[in-house]
Nanobody, 125 residues
């Protein structure tokens, strides 16, 4: 049974930092793609970042490039999203997603088979 458990959301002032964690179980970690998406009410879920876990290649949305970093700890089966220099427009519910077999289209939601429960990130101005 696949499980993705997220943690690390919260309230932070603009310019601050947060680190999100996603602990994964139930699939072969090393062959997967894992991503982070975010969603605000009334809008579609938006790609933030992804990683190919076999070699650590990463992908980012232009809006977060240079501020966010996705990383993995294979021993802990955990993927992280380090978010620096946060802006009010980063406010959203952040979701972790997993595709147990890597697919090239990492920026689209249909690539992913499993989703976490979401964690709220609120950035105040």
């Amino acid at each position: 049974q696949v499980q993705l458990v997220e943690s690390g959301g919260g309230l932070v002032q603009a310019g601050g930092s947060l680190r999100l964690s996603c602990a994964a179980s139930g699939f072969t970690f090393s062959s997967a793609a894992m991503g982070w998406f975010r969603q605000v009410p009334g809008k579609e879920r938006e790609f933030v970042a992804a990683a190919r876990l076999s070699d650590g290649i990463t992908y980012y949305a232009d809006s977060v490039k240079g501020r966010f970093t996705i990383s993995r700890d294979s021993a802990k089966r955990t993927v992280y999203l380090q978010m620096n220099n946060l802006k009010p427009e980063d406010t959203a519910v952040y979701y972790c997603a997993a595709a147990p077999v890597f697919r090239v289209a990492v920026r689209v939601t249909r690539t992913y088979d499993y989703w976490g429960q979401g964690t709220q990130v609120t950035v105040s101005s």
